[in-house]
């Protein structure tokens, strides 16, 4: 198992930028699938960004292409997400989340960290 904590929500102006962190332990994060999920009240959870680990290889959602990045650095064993051009739309709880790379679904998840933005 591994255990995720994150840190570096917090409020911000539309059209500001946030960069959220995700700190593993427990298990090196080289081998594993680590990405970002949001939800807001009422809404089911959203993909948000994916790091397959392998080739630097990278997915994101639709909503949010172009103003986010994902990152990791697996010799300190975290995840990071770069949040630009923030639309009020992007508020909710930003949750990492980690896999086995051949485990087919994310079973190992953070207690979530919330960004708010406000036109």
């Known amino acids: 198992q591994v255990q995720l904590v994150e840190s570096g929500g917090g409020l911000v102006q539309a059209g500001g930028s946030l960069r959220l962190s995700c700190a593993a332990s427990?298990?090196?994060?080289?081998?594993?699938?680590v990405a970002w999920f949001r939800q807001s009240p009422g809404k089911e959870r959203e993909f948000v960004a994916l790091?397959?680990?392998?080739?630097?290889?990278?997915s994101y959602g639709d909503s949010v292409k172009g103003r986010f990045t994902i990152s990791r650095d697996n010799a300190e064993n975290m995840v990071y997400l770069q949040m630009n051009n923030l639309k009020v739309d992007d508020t909710a709880e930003y949750y990492c989340?980690?896999?086995?790379?051949?485990?087919?679904?994310?079973?190992?998840w953070g207690q979530g960290t919330q960004v708010t933005v406000y036109s």
């Open positions: 790091s397959y680990g392998v080739g630097d290889s990278t």
């Open positions: 989340a980690a896999r086995d790379m051949f485990r087919p679904t994310f079973d190992n």
């Open positions: 427990g298990r090196a994060i080289r081998n594993y699938v």
